[in-house]
């Protein structure tokens, strides 16, 4: 079992920009395609941002393209999600997520070991 924490969340004005990691613990690191969620209260989780040793890096929601940004550091165990010019709909808690293999997939069933999720919120 993986061990995954998010941290970096925060508030942030509209237009702004943060940075998240994800620490991954207990594995080989670069086996486990790692992929970035993010849910509001009442709605179910969507797939933002994914690096995997076969797709490399990708972005799902057509709204954050351009914008946002996955990176992996595997000697650190550490994927980022560096989102800038961030908008009021981005607010939601952001999780990490980790599957071994080497596609990235959108699905929430298909990853076994998630974080607690970190806060983001746009608002002036």
């Known amino acids: 079992q993986v061990q995954v924490v998010e941290s970096g969340g925060g508030v942030v004005q509209p237009g702004g920009s943060l940075t998240l990691s994800c620490t991954a613990s207990g594995t080989v690191f670069k086996a486990y395609t790692m992929n970035w969620y993010r849910q509001v209260a009442g709605n179910e989780r969507e797939a933002v941002s994914c690096n995997s040793g076969y797709d490399g890096s990708k972005n799902f929601p057509q709204s954050v393209q351009g914008r946002f940004a996955i990176s992996r550091d595997n000697a650190k165990n550490t994927v980022y999600l560096q989102m800038n010019s961030l908008k009021p709909e981005d607010t939601g808690v952001y999780y990490c997520?980790?599957?071994?293999?080497?596609?990235?997939?959108?699905?929430?069933?298909?990853?076994?070991?998630w974080g607690q999720g970190t806060q983001v919120t746009v608002s002036s």
């Open positions: 997520a980790a599957s071994v293999g080497y596609v990235c997939y959108d699905l929430p069933r298909f990853y076994e070991d």
